[in-house]
Nanobody, 115 residues
Framework: QVQVMESGGDLVQPGGSLRLSCTTS????????MGWYRQAPGKERDKVAT???????DYADSVKDRFTIFRDDAKNTVYLQMDSLKPEDTAVYYCNANLVVTNVWGQGTQVTVSS
């Protein structure tokens, strides 16, 4: 079965930037959609951004114009570019591979936005 591995989480100051990476164990163009989700303390996991194999994107309102999801097919990797980070972006970020019949999740990477 497909596996996904995310990385790139870090401590960053408000207004700063981070780029998260998620590498898949199979050809990323064979995956229906890739996505980034996050879970803050005491809250449920929420969708941040998704990208279908046909390049249809969807963003949470809270990150529109600040975050960008994109992929590198040669590296089987999807990225989440996060700019103008806010303290409320602090969460564990999870990579998701939507295979239609199932979903595969990464282990999560911590993003902390704080002074």
């Amino acid at each position: 079965q497909v596996q996904v591995m995310e990385s790139g989480g870090d401590l960053v100051q408000p207004g700063g930037s981070l780029r998260l990476s998620c590498t898949t164990s199979r050809r990323i163009t064979d995956i229906y959609a890739m996505g980034w989700y996050r879970q803050a303390p005491g809250k449920e996991r929420d969708k941040v951004a998704t990208l279908t194999k046909n390049y249809v994107t969807d963003y949470a309102d809270s990150v529109k114009d600040r975050f960008t999801i994109f992929r590198d097919d040669a590296k089987n990797t999807v990225y989440l570019q996060m700019d103008s980070l806010k303290p409320e972006d602090t969460a564990v970020y999870y990579c998701n591979a939507n295979l239609v019949v199932t979903n595969v999740w990464g282990q999560g990477t911590q993003v902390t936005v704080s002074s």
